[in-house]
């Protein structure tokens, strides 16, 4: 029951009012004390009549009341900031307010018992099917964004909260919200996010020419100098065989050097499809280790600390193998770079049941990062060396985020520099 009609009962509350109307009435006609039948019949019809008015009095100013509350509720749902329309168990529309009408730009009396489809752009009609059937058949609101076409063919775009609404004819009601802003926004911001990439790739291209022509130019001089010294060594009278086979020795490393720097940069730019599978990081780490001692020519000793007797870990092992002898070399380059004498590289390996994922630390005791040089690590190109590329970190931190694991510096962690990787388990 609504406040008012508790108030209207309230108030015509038989008892109260007869009391008040026999108050009234011996105010302006006092009772005779005799006990004529006439008398009292005429006392009683005017306590009635007085009764009768003020009820009416009460009414009207109900009445009243309703009136003003309905239009409030009208205004409300007329000219609500949303529309508003209810469907029937077809889709066709029952009830529309003004603003919903406003947003599909038809006069609302022409929209009454047309399919609401009608006004759903071609390419989001089965998204509409969908969430209609779905609003229908469930009783929890049913949400989507969808592109509306309206009576003069422009396009706006609205979010639909529907629900089931079993009320006389209708099935379905729903609210719409004019998103159009917002997507025409979302747009805006993806066409400059595109915008970026392309210039960030047009830049990446850039310096990998640029890149490209610095590392061919050195080895080719250098091929170009051994070659020379070749033909020059072979032109004497007894040529030094000895001699000769250094500067070809030269030119074929100067080769490779000038090769692997191309591979290097291509894998960058496109990692190819590769093959992830279950293996153990242990075994793994051990082999690398002892595959990146017989690559360095300067020793150095390592440390491997884990509490695990086996780790399994799913991944490209070919992957991993070739960040962890990145790590490793870069560690023993800055070692050598320090000058320190007793070069060291720990390894920790350590497992993260909860969170899924097995970590791998290394650390060495090299002249470690600057704090200025941080943020630049992985970027593709940064080098502090003479001749490096600068692409090892960039490439290698692609490597492991492809495997689904994740590669960071840390410079806290004491004197040299200590990277990490994370790789998933496997289950
Ligand atoms: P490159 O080795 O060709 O320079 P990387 O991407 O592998 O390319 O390394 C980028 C830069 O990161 C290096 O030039 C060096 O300044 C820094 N760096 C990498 N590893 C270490 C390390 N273990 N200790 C100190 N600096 C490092």
Redesign the pocket.
């Known amino acids: 029951m609504i406040p008012l009609e508790r108030k209207l009962l309230d108030r015509v509350d038989q008892v109260s009012m007869r009391h008040i109307a026999e108050k009234q009435i011996a105010h302006f006609l006092p009772v005779e004390t005799s006990s004529h039948t006439a008398d009292e019949l005429l006392h009683e019809l005017r306590v009635h009549q007085i009764e009768l008015e003020m009820q009416n009095d009460e009414l009207r100013r109900t009445q009243l009341a309703l009136e003003e509350s309905r239009d409030r509720f009208v205004d409300l749902f007329e000219f609500a900031p949303i529309g508003y329309l209810t469907l029937d168990s077809n889709g066709l529309i029952n009830e529309i307010n003004l603003s919903g009408a406003a947003m599909l730009g038809v006069e609302r009396g022409k929209l009454i018992h047309r399919p609401f489809v009608l006004f759903v752009a071609g390419e989001d009609r089965s998204a509409w099917y969908q969430h209609f059937m779905r609003a229908k058949q469930q009783s929890v609101k049913q949400h989507c964004e969808l592109a509306l076409k309206r009576n003069d063919g422009s396009v706006c775009y609205a979010q639909m909260d529907s629900r089931r609404f079993e009320s006389g004819i209708s099935a379905v009601c729903v609210a719409l919200s004019d998103i159009t802003e917002r997507k025409r926004l979302e747009t805006e911001i993806q066409e400059r996010r595109n915008e970026m990439v392309e210039l960030h790739t047009l830049h990446v291209a850039a310096q990998t020419v640029s890149a490209i022509a610095h590392e061919l130019n050195q080895p080719l001089l250098s091929i170009a100098t051994y070659s020379e010294a070749a033909r020059m060594l072979m032109e004497v009278d007894n040529p030094d065989l000895n001699k000769i086979r250094k500067a070809i020795t030269g030119c074929e490393r100067q080769a490779q050097r000038a090769g692997q720097s191309i591979r290097d940069m291509l894998e960058f730019l496109s990692i190819q499809e590769f093959t992830s599978e279950p293996f153990d990081l242990i075994q793994e780490i051990v082999g690398v280790l002892e595959l990146a001692k017989l690559e360095h020519e300067l020793q150095f000793d390592s440390v491997f600390c884990t509490e695990e007797g086996s780790i399994q870990v799913v991944a490209s092992r070919s992957h991993l193998q070739k960040v962890l002898l ?2 490793l ?3 023993v ?3 050598q ?1 320090a000058g320190v004498l007793c070069p060291v590289i720990t390894l920790s390996v350590s497992a993260n049941r909860e969170e899924g994922v097995a970590r791998v630390s ?1 650390q ?1 005791n ?5 704090p200025e ?1 941080l943020l630049r ?2 970027a ?6 003479g ?10 931190r692609s490597l492991i985020e492809e495997n689904g694991g994740r590669l960071w ?1 840390d410079p806290q962690a004491g004197s ?4 990490h990787l994370t790789l998933p388990l496997a289950s």
């Not at 040299?416 to 990277?419: I, P």
């Open positions: 990145n790590l070399h870069n560690g380059e800055a070692m770079e290394i060495d090299g002249s470690g990062i600057k040089d690590l992985f593709p190109f940064f080098t502090t060396k001749k490096g590329i600068g692409m090892g970190l960039a490439i290698s510096a040299g520099a200590t990277f």
